[in-house]
């Protein structure tokens, strides 16, 4: 008995015909799934991390401040920003704790009448747009000039 190679088998109707579906993903399903999250993270990593970056500016505002109190203070009690003992800064870092992402540091004329205080970028935060912070006895909050990004400016950075 010879067999057709070409002869036509008849289909298997009802249980038969179906086929065996193996549970999982795939591979379509799966790169779509890939190609969201990637979007999703290019949007969501740099909006986190100027977010921490306001924070840690927020955190050497607040420092520059008390800072500032405590140099009232000390001309109240010395009659100058410069005496015997020299002001010495309760906050000469920012954050107080952890990773520094800023120095403070005061000036004093040689007049003793003024002064400014000064937070100087570090660690992390060096190539932040914002630049380096000032703030004078008379309360003017400033960037230090050349420190900052141009489209940056002391009432956008100073929030």
Known sequence: MQLDVFSVRPRPR????????????????????MAALAILAAIAVPAFFEQVARARRVDVQ??????????????????SFMGAPPPQLPF????????????????????????VLTAQRAGRMS????????????????????????NRSAGACWR
């Open 62 to 79: 607040a420092a520059l401040m008390e800072d500032a109190a405590y140099m009232q203070q000390y001309y109240a009690a010395q009659a």
């Open 14 to 33: 009802g249980r038969a015909c179906r086929r065996r579906r193996v549970p999982g993903f795939t591979l379509v399903e799966l790169l779509l799934a």
């Open 127 to 150: 190539g932040d747009p914002c630049g380096d912070f000032t703030l004078d006895s008379l309360g003017r909050r400033d960037l230090v000039a050349g420190t900052f990004a141009a």
């Open 92 to 115: 000469d870092r920012a954050p107080r704790s952890g990773a520094v992402a800023y120095v403070i540091t005061v000036g004093v004329p040689a007049d003793g009448t003024t002064y």
